[in-house]
């Protein structure tokens, strides 16, 4: 689903939204169910009748829908945080055991707190190096294999998904070149790191590795989906 078509439909919210503000409740009505028709018809449906019986605290959802103010409240609600979660894009990022020793945690995931990504998974782990070596298998015929593998297994890696639009290749912006002493000032990498073999942090190098990382570090119910308060002021269409 490609992301403009949500904006399409976020657009046409926010056109729909503001029409409604200045107009009459049937007006506003006729658009929520058009609203709702074009969500439901992209699989949120079951999101919105949630919606409606938590807010409507029981009462039928007519006589809900019947509240001039918290119908726009309710499309303005989908459009900013529902819409826009359902195209985002999850990567895998790992602080290696370096990082964990040295105290970078908060510094580092400061940096992508602070970019507006989305925290939703995490945890600490000591792989074992099986473990580590599935990893990295892409890189198993490199001299350097077995000692990285011996590493990363050597202490406990923080685990993590991130998520956000364009999460992937901007994480690994975030994070800098592979090689400390090429990673730009201001990177993870170029400001916290000096040589290749304790470069602090991985980060999934496109979406089909992102796919594969997430699925062998967590179990499917540990990857938390929730709606981010702070997701209306990082993301909009103007
Ligand atoms: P990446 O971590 O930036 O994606 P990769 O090429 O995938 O870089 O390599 C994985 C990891 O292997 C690096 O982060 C680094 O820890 C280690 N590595 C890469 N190149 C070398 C090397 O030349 N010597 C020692 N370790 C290396
Ligand atoms: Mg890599």
């Not at 409740?25 to 079951?46: C, E, L, P, W, Y």
């Not at 945690?105 to 992508?112: C, L, M, W, Y």
């Not at 000591?126 to 202490?155: M, Q, T, V, W």
Request: glycine fraction near 10%; include cysteine; charged fraction near 20%.
């Amino acid at each position: 689903m490609s992301s403009q078509i949500f904006r399409s439909v976020a657009r046409s919210a926010k056109a729909g939204l503001s029409a409604s503000r200045s107009s009459s409740v049937g007006q506003g009505r006729a658009f929520t169910a058009a609203a709702a028709t074009m969500i439901s018809s992209r699989g949120k449906s079951n999101y919105f009748a949630s919606f409606f019986d938590r807010a409507g605290s029981g009462k039928p959802l007519m006589g809900w829908l019947s509240s001039a103010m918290a119908v726009p409240a309710a499309v303005y609600m989908l459009q900013d945080q529902e819409l826009h979660a359902a195209e985002m894009e999850r990567t895998f990022i790992a602080i290696k055991p370096d990082g964990v020793q040295r105290g970078l945690i908060s510094e580092i995931i400061s940096r992508f707190e602070r970019k507006g990504f989305k925290l939703v998974a995490i945890k600490l782990v000591i792989p074992s190096k099986d473990f580590a070596e599935k990893h990295y298998h892409d890189l198993k015929e490199r001299p350097f294999f077995n000692g990285l593998c011996e590493f990363l297994s050597s202490g406990p890696v923080l685990a993590m998904v991130w998520e956000g639009e364009g999460v992937i290749k901007y994480g690994r912006k975030l994070i800098g070149a592979t090689d400390p002493q090429k990673s730009e000032p201001g990177t993870i990498r170029g400001d916290l790191a000096v040589v290749v073999g304790r470069n602090i942090i991985h980060g999934s190098d496109g979406p089909e590795t992102a796919k594969d990382e997430i699925g062998l570090w967590f179990n499917p119910n540990e990857l938390v989906s929730y709606a981010s308060n702070a997701e209306k002021w990082v993301y909009g269409v103007n």
